[in-house]
């Protein structure tokens, strides 16, 4: 599997889990980020395939990040994963952009499932 992901999250322990679960599965995490801001740029550099991005993030929220990177590819794969569950956060990340959305914490059958499923189409 040649598809880069890129992660986000405010929390290093997250960041942590979710490249362990995907290199375990074959897929090549380019890098991380702990805010929407830090994600954009590193967006523009790296061009990833994918990106897994928290919604409740310090600096950039991930609802404003998705924008901006809608803005720069509105072909742009994002999946939200997020503790918020709330089905106006997922509305709304969905209407921004998000093709796909997983509550934390998630079961790892179920992150690869999204991830799959996102990138192949």
């Given at each position: 599997?040649?598809?880069?992901?890129?992660?986000?999250?405010?929390?290093?322990?997250?960041?942590?889990?979710?490249?362990?679960?995907?290199?375990?599965?074959g897929?090549?995490?380019?890098?991380?980020?702990?805010n929407?801001?830090v994600?954009?740029?590193?967006?523009?550099?790296?061009?990833p395939?994918?990106?897994?991005?928290?919604?409740?993030?310090?600096?950039?929220?991930?609802?404003?990040?998705?924008?901006?990177?809608?803005?720069?590819?509105?072909?742009?794969?994002?999946?939200?994963?997020?503790?918020?569950?709330?089905?106006?956060?997922?509305i709304?990340?969905?209407?921004?952009?998000?093709?796909?959305?997983i509550?934390?914490?998630?079961?790892?059958?179920?992150?690869?499932q999204?991830?799959?499923?996102?990138?192949?189409?």
């Amino acid at each position: 599997m040649n598809d880069k992901i890129l992660i986000c999250d405010d929390a290093r322990f997250m960041r942590v889990t979710l490249k362990n679960s995907l290199e375990k599965e074959g897929y090549q995490v380019v890098d991380e980020a702990e805010n929407g801001e830090v994600l954009i740029e590193k967006y523009k550099q790296l061009n990833p395939d994918l990106i897994l991005m928290d919604i409740t993030m310090p600096v950039m929220d991930g609802i404003s990040a998705l924008s901006s990177i809608m803005e720069i590819n509105p072909n742009a794969k994002v999946i939200i994963c997020s503790a918020m569950g709330q089905g106006d956060i997922v509305i709304k990340a969905i209407k921004t952009g998000a093709k796909d959305f997983i509550v934390k914490p998630f079961r790892n059958e179920r992150l690869i499932q999204s991830v799959r499923r996102v990138l192949e189409n």
